[in-house]
């Protein structure tokens, strides 16, 4: 009954398995594999079928596990926020091949530095002026705004730019800073460094 209260199934202990929804099927799976207390649980998309609040207390529990009783997990899993939540290595995996492998930090230390986010009421119109500057080797638009890889060291003369390129497009800068990457990003600059581009 142990395992069942960590995933929350306690209440589900008499059902037969077949009544299970699929995520409660995929709770069980887990709990199941906590039963010998192993060292070492694999599992490939831990969270699917779960519903937010289920997906969270899940990675707690992860994290708990890894904490207190220092189960060690190889988590695969497309969600990457969620294993930027818990990893601290990663492998990243392209086209069947580990491309890049390493403790998170160092990942980022090596493919991720020099990313600038910039904030604007126009962001198209101010992407198109920085993708003109020879030192950006990378730039993306997401919800946040856009995202600048620049050269290494660049990172001043980006700052001093924008501004006179917001000008040129009448927008309006609402904020310039050093930003981190997440974790789909860093992936998506491993693979690109590996395939010599950007």
């Known amino acids: 009954m142990e395992v069942l209260e960590m995933v929350n199934l306690e209440d589900a202990s008499d059902r037969e398995i077949r009544a299970l929804s699929a995520g409660m099927l995929q709770k069980f799976a887990i709990s199941h594999a ?53 990893c601290d290595s990663v492998a990243i995996i392209n086209r069947g091949k580990v491309w890049a492998f390493g403790k998170l930090s160092e990942l980022y230390d090596k493919y991720a530095v020099g990313i600038i986010r910039v904030s604007t009421d126009k962001p ?58 997440s974790l789909e990003e860093l992936y998506r600059l491993a693979v690109g460094a590996k395939e010599g581009g950007n």
Do not use: C, W
Request: glycine fraction near 4%; proline fraction near 4%.
């Open 34 to 86: 906590l039963l010998h207390k192993p060292k070492l649980i694999v599992a490939d998309e831990m969270t699917a079928n779960l519903d937010p609040q289920a997906r969270s207390a899940l990675l707690n529990l992860v994290l708990q596990l890894h904490r207190d009783e220092k189960v060690t997990f190889l988590l695969s899993s497309h969600i990457l926020p969620e294993l930027s939540r818990v």
């Open 124 to 181: 198209e119109e101010v992407a198109v002026e920085i993708k003109k500057l020879k030192y950006v080797n990378d730039l993306r638009i997401d919800i946040r705004g856009i995202s600048v890889r620049v050269d290494d060291g660049a990172e001043d003369k980006l700052y001093e730019d924008v501004p006179k390129l917001a000008k040129n497009v009448k927008a309006k800068i609402l904020g310039i800073e050093t930003g981190s990457a």
